[in-house]
């Protein structure tokens, strides 16, 4: 079955304790991005990737990092996470190039920074 | 700038009644692609329809119906005879050429559909 896993789907942490967000995708897609959302706000763009070794900063990409080491994996990373990073994040994958491109979304990852 | 604006916030109806959610799109581009997205109470994205600027055709998938106007920049989006099920926050986005694969979001609109 083609998807996008995301974890942990749920997490609480405090701030300042880094944390990483792992997000899998088994559809051999060239880009994966990972957006938040946030009330009124829908969903930004904090990072993409277009292939593996290569990332690009999305709309709000400050508090976090990602790695593209693999063409399936594709981790946020919070090295010292504060409460504004509070929000539903969603990885997503794509082929890249096809003229009528799929997007797929992971389940979504609820992070509460206290 | 925001790209794509979903004026409404909330709608609420009564079950069986139509509801239509509005879409105003930006973009200088002639080539782009439009979706529509659910998000139920669970949470996860539920992908509706993607619609490419050269199709201005109407489309019909059971109750859901969508409206592409370009003379207007939009793409509407309407429940007919809605059920407590279609309850949930409903998301338009915008995919330009310069950056395929990302999706513009508009802000949502939540839909509340009581018995």
């Known amino acids: 079955e083609a998807q996008v896993t995301q974890n942990p789907r749920y997490l609480i942490t405090v701030t300042g304790k880094k944390l990483t967000v792992t997000c899998s995708q088994n559809m051999n897609h060239e880009y ?3 957006y938040r959302q946030d009330p009124g706000l829908g969903l930004r763009q904090i990072y993409y990737s277009m292939n593996v070794e290569v990332t690009d900063k999305g709309d709000v990409p400050e508090g976090y990092k990602v790695s593209r080491k693999e063409k399936r994996n594709f981790p946020l990373i919070l090295e010292s996470p504060s409460p504004n990073q509070t929000s539903l994040y969603f990885c997503a994958s794509s082929q890249q190039g096809a003229v009528s491109y799929e997007q797929y979304f992971g389940p979504g990852t609820r992070l509460t920074v206290t | 700038a925001q790209k794509v604006t979903q004026a ?12 239509t959610l509005d ?3 930006e973009t200088r581009d002639t080539t782009y692609y439009l979706f529509w997205y659910k998000q139920p109470p ?14 201005e055709q109407n489309e019909i998938s059971g ?7 370009k003379s207007t920049s939009s793409f509407n989006f309407t429940i007919t005879a809605s059920q407590v099920v279609d309850s949930a926050v409903y998301f338009c986005a915008l995919s330009e050429p310069d950056s395929w694969g990302k999706l513009q979001f508009g802000a949502g609109t939540q839909v509340v559909v009581t018995p």
Do not use: A, H
Not at chain 2, 42 to 55: H, P, T
Not at chain 2, 63 to 69: L, V
């Open chain 1, 32 to 34: 994966m991005s990972w």
């Open chain 2, 8 to 19: 409404q916030t909330e709608i609420s109806v009564v079950e069986k009644e139509d509801v």
């Open chain 2, 23 to 25: 879409c105003v799109y």
């Open chain 2, 42 to 55: 669970s949470g996860e994205l539920v992908f509706l329809i993607r619609r490419n600027s050269f199709d």
């Open chain 2, 63 to 69: 109750r859901y119906s969508w409206n592409f106007q």
